[in-house]
């Protein structure tokens, strides 16, 4: 399937550990899908070992028009495209290229509780120049928490304060 106009990407949830198998079926469907991946530290009783999962688990990101919504719920293991009742809602293009630049920066990154407050900042160096997210001061280091709004759902990343510039919002007074 080629991106057009009608195209969109959406949150789409699938069965607990299936993430990985739905997006290879969904590439073999020609349906574009992201699945971002985190490596973290498993422990087994005779080992501990670096593995991928995702930093979202139970979800995918799929971009397709919705004449495909039934090509993809007919996939096995996706439960639901994400959305209000039955209408699916798109996250927004910005919170994808967002999570992509920061699994693809190689920084440390971990999955996060969601933020609804906090200050919004402009990364304005490294690999992340030019991102926005929210910033906190999280176990005495600096993250960027990058959200993806519609999953109520966040990662947070390692970064440089040197690198942050706060974004002034509409709501925020200017000191006079």
Known sequence: MTVSESTNWFAVQVKATHEKRVVSMLDYRGIESYLPLYESRRHWRDR?????VPLFPGYIFS???LAERGVLLKTPSVTRVVGIGSTPIPVDERE???IQAV??????????????????????????YGLEGLITDFRRRNH?????????????????????????TPREKVPA
Do not use: C, M, Y
Not at 48 to 52: A, F, L, T
Not at 144 to 167: G, H, K, M, N, Y
């Open 48 to 52: 501990i070992k670096q593995v991928e």
């Open 63 to 65: 971009r397709f028009g």
């Open 96 to 98: 994808i290229a967002a």
């Open 103 to 128: 699994v693809n920066s190689g920084l440390r990154l971990a999955p996060h509780p969601f933020l609804r407050v906090g200050h919004r900042v402009r990364i304005e160096g490294g690999a992340l």
């Open 144 to 168: 960027l928490i990058v959200s993806v709004t519609l999953l109520q759902r966040s990662v947070a990343v390692e970064i440089d304060s040197a690198w942050v510039t706060p974004i002034k």
